[in-house]
Each structure stands twice: as structure tokens, then as C-alpha cells.
């Protein structure tokens, strides 16, 4: 990966470190006419006391769930993450394997689908309303970096409850690229399925009856010879999608996927997995750093981002250091959590899942 001139740009190289929120210039502007002679001290105090109220619950509801969740299971690499709300557990993925677990609080480890189409299993995806799970599968020559001869990467579609295969959907070649991997997966309220590729600019689409096509082909999807990494759907109608080697977002409505646009984020972010909580976007991510030579020695991240646009525009809130292994996150009833995949040491033997402690909570 070419990152030198990137990074040296003095914009990268600036100090993003800051954790936490940041009031600045805070000012209320009062109406006679609704508030009389209600003081603005008075209402930054109404306010102040409001926003701690709402965090104090906040607070509350994530601490009575797990911390952290150690468990073992040799050399899987858990690339991908999804909690599972009616079993109440987290289900993880194997890039080496290509089944998919599933982790209890405890720790127990279970495996739910042992498919011999799945050769690494890399994004996951929960449909609870289809009751189904998604899997974007990767050949395996693609895992040791070699360059696969017949099947390159497809969705694999099962379902929620008992592992049972519903698709096998292949996307080789339905792209112009000679090589593709998907990396990715999300759905949409109608059951459509959006599938990012690493090796290719295009998203693709698979229908509920598993027909694919290319949703949308473009040059913003693709930065330094590598593709589109995490997607998430928006209730509003578009996708959400991480160009990491670029280190953009981009946003594609789904009414017009040509119309799709860049993300004016407030600063670089090289992500992996996103997931919306409500209108947050969720970010597993690297921060920039100038001495870094490859993306693993970037400081890796959980950032929340919001926008107040529509996502034309987008800002960080807040940015918890310490997720160097992490690649994912999920959402579990009001915390966030991520797991820490090791993607660099194949031999591990545990893992952990761990809780994303926002100062905040969403906005």
C-alpha cells in the first residue's frame, strides 16, 4: 500500500487524539416570547442537568451486560461480528475456516454453520426480520494471497435459527474485474443484500431469492488498487460504505446509486466494519499516523460519527483508543461491542469481545 504521500499531507498529520466531547461556543438563543425572563444560565443548567440524567441512564444500561467475552477457538481469525438479540448471543466468523460460531457471555463456543462453500468468512450480517444470516465468503486461495483459479469469493445466506443454507450465491465474475473477494454484507427493509469487494470498485446487490448483479461500478469505490471494506444500510434509503485505503466514506442512495457522493468527514479515518446505532455510524477503524508502513501499525480505533446533514457531511464525537486487533462491531441493545480478531497471528488460540465504553451516549 502507497500511504507515504498521503500521510506526509499536513491535514493527516494533525493531532486527532482528542477523546470525548468538546463544547465550543455554546451559546442558547432565547425567545421572550416562549421562555419571558427564563435566564440562559438557567437553561444551560435545565440542559446540563437533562444530558447528565440521559447519560446516567446510559451508563446503567450498558454496565449490567459483559465487559469483555474471552473465548477459545484455535486459528479461526474472527474477521466479522453480529449479535444475535433472539438467542441472545454474539456470532463470529472464521477467515480460515469459514464456519461461523456462536459465543455465549460465558464464553462457550458453538459452531453454527459448518458449510464446506464457506472457505473464509469474512463481513456477517443479521436479517432478524427474514430470520437470516449473511456471510461473505472468500476463496481461500484468496486468505494465503494467492490467486484463486475457479470460485473467488460469494454470499452465503443460512438461516438465523438453525444454520440451515437458504443461498449459496456466487459473484465470481458477475464484475468486470478478473479477481474479486467480498468483504462485506448489509440489507436493506425489503431484504435486498449490499455486498462491498476488496479487490474491485463495485457493490453488488443479491436479491432475497439470490439473484446478483452489480448495483453500482465507480472510481470512488477503489483507492490504491483495493476496493470498498465495511457497509451498513440507513433506514433513509441509502448505504454507507468505508473506502479504507483511501480513507473516505461514501454514501450511495439506493433510488440513484450513480448519484453517490463522498462523505465530508471532519478527519481521515481508515475503517473496517460500520454499523449504524440508530443515526450514529459506528466505525472499527486505523487513525492515520506518518510512521507507519503498513495499515496493522496504524492505532486502531472505535469511533462514533454523526451527522446532522443527512450524511453529506459527517464529524467524530468520540474516538476510544486501545482496538489494534479489532476489525468489527456490533450492536447489543445499547452497547457497542468488537471484537478482537488478531488477523495477523493465525495460530491464536482465544479471542476476546469487548464492550465499547462511550462517554455518551447517541445522539
Known sequence: MQLTSYLSQPSVQSNYSARGIVFNNFNIFLSKKMFGNLKQANLRLILLLFLGLSLAAYAQNTSDLPKSIVFTQVGIGPEGIEYDDASERFLVGSIHTGSVYAVTDDGEVTELIQDGWLEGSLGLHIDQSNNRLLVANIAEELVRQETPTEFQSGLGIYDLATGQVLHQVDLSRIANNPVNGANDVTVDADGNAYVTDFLDSVIYKVTPAGEASVLIESDLLMA????????????????????????????????????????????????DGLIFQGNDLIATARTPDPNAQTPQEMPGVVARIVSDDNWQTARVVESIAGFDAATTSAVRDDAIYAINAYLNEPERASYEIIRVDFSHAQE
Open 224 to 271: 490504491g488498487g483495493f476496493g470498498s471494506n465495511g457497509i451498513d444500510y440507513h433506514p433513509d434509503g441509502f448505504l454507507i460504505v468505508a473506502v479504507s485505503f483511501a480513507a473516505t466514506f461514501v454514501k450511495v442512495p439506493l433510488d440513484t446509486p450513480s448519484a453517490l457522493s463522498l462523505v465530508d468527514l471532519d478527519r481521515p479515518l481508515l475503517a
